[in-house]
T-cell receptor, first 118, second 114 residues
Framework: AQKVTQAQTEISVVEKEDVTLDCVYE???????LFWYKQPPSGELVFLIR??????QNEISGRYSWNFQKSTSSFNFTITASQVVDSAVYFC???????????????FGQGTILTVHP | DVKVTQSSRYLVKRTGEKVFLECVQD?????MFWYRQDPGLGLRLIYF???????EKGDIPEGYSVSREKKERFSLILESASTNQTSMYLC?????????????FGDGTRLSIL
């Protein structure tokens, strides 16, 4: 069965520190997608990035970067020079075929609460 | 931009009431989903629908039902609300070719059952 684990429940940093959010996943499928979402205090989940299982290239978008390693089943997210506006709950999620047609169902991790202090 | 609108941000109901949570999306998406979010548990899928009048159980369907009479609207129904259904409820939608498609979420409904 598919599973996503975000072992860090809460992280607290001071502005300008770098922070890495960990995500470990389990799936039996060879074709799958991994996602990161951000949930600010307003409540709406905001899509940040998608990565498919055949593309292990790391990605950088401004202060955000993602490290995908199939060998360790991890898809970690790093924020460089964190800012107060980065304070949010961050979710990692997995979409696979689950042995059949999944309709794109997502399996979410427990979420990591990031607090960035001024 | 996709817009997913949930009818209420906050809702307070009493035990035993029948509760309706409404969700509307404006991008002609085939798939719609209902999740509940609880601290330490992340988001858990309650039900989803891939077409009008079609529905599939998610991981925690007990105590809930859904209705999809029109493509743009997906309703979650608590048949007889109980205190353990106090939670944040999130609706999402995506295109039918679902694998790999991002889901787009509404703002959530924070439901309290007294």
């Amino acid at each position: 069965a598919q599973k996503v684990t975000q072992a860090q429940t809460e992280i607290s940093v001071v502005e300008k520190e770098d922070v890495t959010l960990d995500c470990v996943y389990e799936t039996r499928d060879t074709t799958y997608y991994l996602f990161w979402y951000k949930q600010p205090p307003s409540g709406e989940l905001v899509f940040l990035i998608r990565r498919n299982s055949f593309d292990e290239q790391n990605e950088i978008s401004g202060r955000y970067s993602w490290n995908f390693q199939k060998s360790t089943s991890s898809f970690n997210f790093t924020i460089t020079a964190s800012q107060v506006v980065d304070s949010a709950v961050y979710f990692c999620a997995l979409s696979d075929n689950a042995g059949g047609t999944s309709y794109g169902k997502l399996t979410f991790g427990q979420g990591t609460i990031l607090t960035v202090h001024p | 931009d996709v817009k997913v609108t949930q009818s209420s941000r906050y809702l307070v109901k009493r035990t035993g009431e029948k509760v309706f949570l409404e969700c509307v999306q404006d991008m002609d998406h085939e798939n719609m989903f209902w999740y509940r979010q609880d601290p330490g548990l992340g988001l858990r899928l309650i039900y989803f629908s891939y077409d009008v009048k079609m529905k599939e159980k998610g991981d925690i369907p007990e105590g809930y039902s859904v209705s999809r009479e029109k493509k743009e609207r997906f309703s979650l129904i608590l048949e007889s609300a109980s205190t353990n259904q106090t939670s944040m409820y999130l609706c999402a939608s995506s295109l039918l070719s679902g694998l790999g498609r991002p889901q787009h979420f509404g703002d959530g409904t924070r439901l309290s059952i007294l």
